[in-house]
Every structure is written in C-alpha cells, then in structure tokens.
C-alpha cells in the first residue's frame, strides 16, 4: 500500500512539473509551426504524399518540401527537400513514380526521390497536373499570350515588354488587376501533353479566358475523362467579367477537330467538375444566382449519354465543397460548411439520401482509398494534420504528427460555443477561447473578433493569421460570433447580410457580445476590444460610429466608404450584389450602410492597418479613414504595410503586427 502511495505521489509531482513546463503560444511558435499542404494518396493505397512548408524568421522566408508515409503513419521522410521548393505532389497512375511542381515546371522521380526526370520545358511554365488513368497523358496549365501558337512567340513579347523604355500601362476593359497582382494581357491556358507523341497541345489556343477563370475557380476546374479522350475544364466567357460571376463547364473531345461544347446552364458560378470513375456522369457544383459569388454551391450531374442535367441536391440546405466519387460511382464524398466545422458528408446519386459521416471536424483536402477517407484535420489547437477514417465516418484516427513536440510544450485550451438571440429571433453561435492557465476565480480582459467575408465563419481552425490561440495567449478571453452572412447555417442566413450591411447582423454582433459578459463572470466588462479584417474591419468601422462598448479597436483592411470603395475595387460584382447596384443606381442604400456617414460618432481608440497592394480593398479606404480619425481627435494610429497584401504574409511583418495589436490594447486597459 504505502509503496502505490509513493507511485501516485510522484505521478502527481510529474504531471505538476509538466503542466507548469507548458507555457502559452508566441509568435515564433506560430511561424515554427510545420505546415502540411497538399495530401495525396497512392493508388494501391499504402503510401501518402504529401508538401510540407517550413518558415524562417530570420530569412524572412519559407519553403516547401514533399515528404512520404504510410498509410499507418509510419516511415515519414522527406523525399524531396533541395534548396529551391517542390510543391504540389501527384502520384503516377500505377503508383510507382511522383510527380511535382519545381522551378515553374512539371518533374516526375522515383518514390525514394531518385530518378528525377522534367516532364514539361515550356517557357510559359507549367503547374496543376492530372494524369489520364492509362498514364499516357497529363493536363496542366500555363500563362501565355492569348495570340501566340509558339513558346517562341511568348518568350518574344515578353522580352520586348522588359527592353520598352516607356513605363506605362494601357488598359481598354476591367479586371485590369485581380486581388494583389496587376492581371497584364496574358491568360491561363489549358494544356495536355501526350508522351505517345511526345506532343504538347494548347488545348484552349487563341482563347481570351482564363482556363481556370481567375476568380472564384482552382486547380480543381479542369479533368481527363477516364478513358483519356475528353477533358472538362470551367471557363467564364462573359465580357464584363468585373461583373461577372458567370463560371461555366465545357468538355472538349480530344480528336483535334472538335470545339469546347458548354453543359452547365446556369448564370451563376458552375465550377469543380469530375467525371464519375465508370465515365458515364461529370459532378460538378453549381450556383443558381447571377452575380452571387457566396450562393448555395448545389451538386449537379451531368449524364454524358442523355446529354441532362440533374440537381441532385437541390433540396438541401447546404453548400457543397470539394467533392470526390465513390469508387463505385453511385456516391459522392465532400465536405461542406457546418456550424464551426466543415464536415464530411456521403450523397447517393440515385436516392439522393445524404448521410453526415463526421461532423466535429475541419476536414479538407479529401482523398479515397479503397474503405478508407484521407485527409486533413485541423483545429484550434492543432495546426493542419492528416487523419483517415473509415469510409461510413468510423475509426477516426491521425496518422501524422508533424508538430508534435513543439505542440507538447504550449498551453491552449480547446473551443467551446455558446448560442444567444440574434435579431429577429435568430440563433447565433460564437466560439470562445479562454486563456492558457485559465483560472475560473479570475477575470480577464475579452478580445472580440469579427470575420470577413462577410460570407464566411470562424471555424475549429489553426489560422495563421487571425489566430485565436495566438489573442488568447497574452491572457484574453477570446470571443468569435457566426453572425448574420455566415457560412454553415443554411443559406437563408448566409443571405440575410446582403443590402443589410450594418443591420440584422450588428444586432447578432452586440447581443453576442452582451451575452458573453452577462453570462462570463470570468470577462472582465471594463477591458474589452475588438479586432477585424476585411468585412469585419467594416464592422469595426461601423461599431466606430455607433457605441462605445470597447475600450480600442483594430480594423485590418476594412471597408470604411462604401462607394468610393466600388470606384477602386476589383471584383465588381461583389459591392453590386452587397449593395443593389452601382452607387448611381442605389446611392441611398451605399450612403445608409457605410460608416463615413457617421464620423461625428467617432470616439474610440482605433488602430488601422493596411497593406499597399490589396486591391480588393484598396489602401485608399485606410487612408480616407485616418484622415478621419485624426480630424475627429480620436486616439489612433496607422500601420502600412506598402508590399504586403490583403493579409499580411512576411514573417518579420506579422511579427510586428502581433506586437502593435498587443501594444494598442495594453495601452488602452482601464
């Protein structure tokens, strides 16, 4: 007896000592973190693919590597790590060969990283590949001259473009630039190379789209057909494409005589198609409503006999995302946005019965083999790791550990959720993070964050960027609502945002926020802030003009002057949908939602942060608003990022912008 005593003792001193050894997350740890990437699974199903991205904080830089396992987890390695990053991996189709991206081009190697071999020498570049099922052909993409026949012509008006002495633009349509990078004239085209013939063919030559189109599609936009005659690729093929989020799916017969034929009938974004593994149907999703970049993604087949379409998911309330065929063609797999998570669903085609196969997970990156599902998990506490699962959502297991040992030594608490009213009755969820060592006698100040979108969600993530472990760390309770606009709750409330900007949605804000510190003796009422990007750096803006509830706030990249801002941004789109049309088409309805309407109301300590090349939300709206705040004698300060974008991506830079947001509270505690 007296000796288990001892045992328990000193399993209890152990367990004490480890505890106390666990402190709270920082940045560095936060750009230590290794990132896993793409996942890919081997056709026999025993090994897995997959990139890995490291930073450096003194090199100011990262780097991508492609490591391999087996399908228990066992034998990580690296098996391609040079100087110089290999993304993007792919498995050969009799599994024996991988293929990845190097140097702007395609390569193949042995799967112990020996053999390396370049498949694709375009002076366009090449990336994205999909192998036919026989291994004889690959699609990729390259950026080109719409007018060139020959790389040589590419290489020769890129060429006269460096050697002109005149340092000007000329522009004759809109989409003259995209999210962070000035669009030029040329296009992503469509390739496929035949290693029979040795040829490489532009699948979509002369063409003036974008193939995948540069807004709202992915790698995922282009496929061969299993017997390797035809392919299926999106395109968006309107002439305003500013205003456009018209997406459609073609197929083109490889015979070299034929003609992209259109099959998607909808004006809105139709996109990710896949041919069923018997070749007989092409999956893809599909948006109802013109001009609506976040509609209702439904799932619609297309028979490639009958020439039909079928909505096989119409009558569901959810919106698809990525999405993969059963091995016998008669389901579909995909993950979807629900409440916090994206989970993994099953849809049977001919019954159309739709089963949840795992829920509490942020799942992405889905891939099949044989009874199993591989793919990525990743929470608030566990940055991206892959995890497999029986194919009806059973034996859920992870299968890598890539972060392991540091993971072992920080203190982060798990998610958990509160629901309160919202306006009109709605039910809004919230997630709340509460600090490391969190002591229930204590209180602490709250952080407040609001995300962008406006159609998005917090999720159970590891954000890199708007990290909640990451606010929480300094000792904050960290709170983040699903308001009005978010993704996950049915699309009748994902919609309810649109032309009510400050409204229903700054209800379910606010009554979240008095929810939290009513029914949270632990939140200090007194020190709170709030923090925003994007749409939610409009809500901060808009908070700005309407209470005083916060002690400072920060807007990153926010809205501030609704129509100044449809004069500078990209996707066009966007604002006319959000706000019913042009400003000269609806100027009261801009007028009523934008927070420079309301400077008079400024008084709470702000701080503003912007990045010089964001053209979704141009530097112009930070610059407008701080002139503002300065008039108005508010306590503020900018901080301008001139290189960085709509995020802020550089190492050193993100670590200056945890420490000024961490500053500005501190100063502004009561």
């Not at 992209?260 to 070749?279: E, F």
């Not at 979807?336 to 849809?347: L, R």
Request: glycine share 6%; hydrophobic share 35%.
């Amino acid at each position: 007896m007296k000796r288990i005593l001892i045992l328990a003792i000193l399993f209890t001193i152990t367990i004490g000592v480890t505890a106390q050894q666990k402190r709270a997350i920082t940045v560095d740890d936060l750009w230590a973190m290794t990132r896993v990437g793409s996942v890919v699974v081997s056709p026999d199903g025993e090994l897995v693919a997959f990139s890995v991205s490291q930073y450096s904080m003194d090199a100011n830089s990262g780097q991508t590597d492609i490591y391999l396992m087996n399908i228990d987890g066992s034998d990580v390695h690296p098996i391609l790590n040079s100087e110089k990053s290999e993304s993007s991996p792919s498995f050969s189709q009799d599994g024996k060969k991988l293929s990845y991206s190097f140097g702007g081009q395609i390569w193949q190697c042995n799967l112990d990283g020996t053999n390396k071999e370049q498949l694709t020498n375009l002076y366009s570049g090449a990336s994205g590949i999909r192998w036919s099922n026989d291994g004889k052909k690959i699609l990729f993409v390259s950026m080109v001259h719409p007018d060139c026949t020959t790389q040589e012509c590419n290489e020769e008006k890129d060429k006269a473009k460096e050697n002109c002495k005149v340092e000007a633009e000329v522009f004759t349509e809109l989409m003259y630039r995209h999210w962070d990078d000035w669009r030029g004239v040329k296009r992503s085209h469509l390739f496929l190379m035949d290693f029979k013939s040795n040829e490489t063919t532009d699948l979509t030559l002369n063409c003036i789209h974008d193939t995948p189109p540069i807004a709202l599609g992915s790698t995922n936009d282009y496929n061969i057909s299993p017997d390797g005659n035809e392919v299926v690729f999106t395109m968006n093929k309107e002439k305003m494409l500013a205003t456009s989020t018209n997406n459609d799916v073609f197929i083109l017969n490889l015979d070299g005589k034929s003609k992209p034929v259109k099959i998607s009938t909808s004006l809105g974004n139709d996109n990710q198609p896949v041919y069923s593994p018997d070749g007989k149907y092409i999956a893809f999703r599909s948006m109802a409503r013109a001009g609506f970049e976040a509609d209702k993604q439904t799932l619609v087949l297309y028979n490639r006999e009958t020439k039909k379409l079928n909505n096989i998911s119409e009558q569901l309330d959810i919106s698809f995302g990525q999405t993969i065929w059963a091995d016998d063609s008669k389901s579909i797999f995909y993950t979807a946005a629900n409440e916090i998570y994206n989970s993994i669903y099953n849809i049977n085609i001919a019954t159309k019965e739709n089963t949840l196969l795992i829920k509490e997970v942020n799942a992405s990156g889905l891939n099949l083999t044989g009874n199993n599902l591989v793919f990525k998990v990743q929470k608030s506490n566990l940055p991206y790791e892959i995890f497999k699962s029986k194919t009806d959502g059973s034996n859920l297991e992870q299968i890598s550990f890539m972060n392991q040992s540091l993971l072992a030594e920080l203190e982060m608490n798990s998610v958990e959720t509160f629901w309160s009213d919202g306006a009109e009755g709605a039910k809004v969820q919230s997630m709340l993070v509460k600090p490391p060592f969190f002591d229930e006698s204590k209180t602490y100040p709250l952080i407040f964050l609001i995300h962008g979108g406006p159609q998005g969600h917090w999720t159970d993530d590891f954000h890199y960027r708007w990290n909640a472990q990451m606010f929480a760390s300094k000792g904050y309770v960290v709170v983040a609502p699903n308001p009005r606009g978010s993704t996950g709750y049915g699309q009748a409330f994902t919609d309810g945002i649109s032309q009510d900007w400050g409204g229903k949605v700054y209800v379910d804000l606010m009554n979240a926020y008095d929810y939290a510190i009513a029914n949270y003796k632990f939140i200090d009422g007194n020190n709170t802030f709030a923090a925003g990007a994007s749409y939610g750096g409009y809500m901060i803006n808009w908070i700005e003009g309407h209470n005083t509830k916060f002690n400072a706030l920060v807007n990153h990249d926010g809205v501030y002057n609704l129509e100044s801002m449809y004069g500078t941004t990209e996707e066009l789109w966007f604002p006319e949908w959000e706000n019913g049309g042009a400003p000269w088409e609806n100027i009261d309805l801009y007028r009523k939602w934008s927070p420079s309407e309301f400077v008079k109301n400024f008084k709470t300590p702000m701080l503003v942060v912007h990045g010089g090349m964001d053209f979704r939300v141009p530097e112009s709206q930070a610059f407008e608003l701080f002139t503002a705040l300065q008039k108005m004698n508010v306590d503020s300060k900018f901080l301008y990022f001139p290189k960085e974008t709509h995020f802020v991506l550089k190492p050193q830079n993100a670590k200056f912008w945890w420490k000024t947001i961490f500053d500005w509270y501190e100063e502004h505690k009561r």
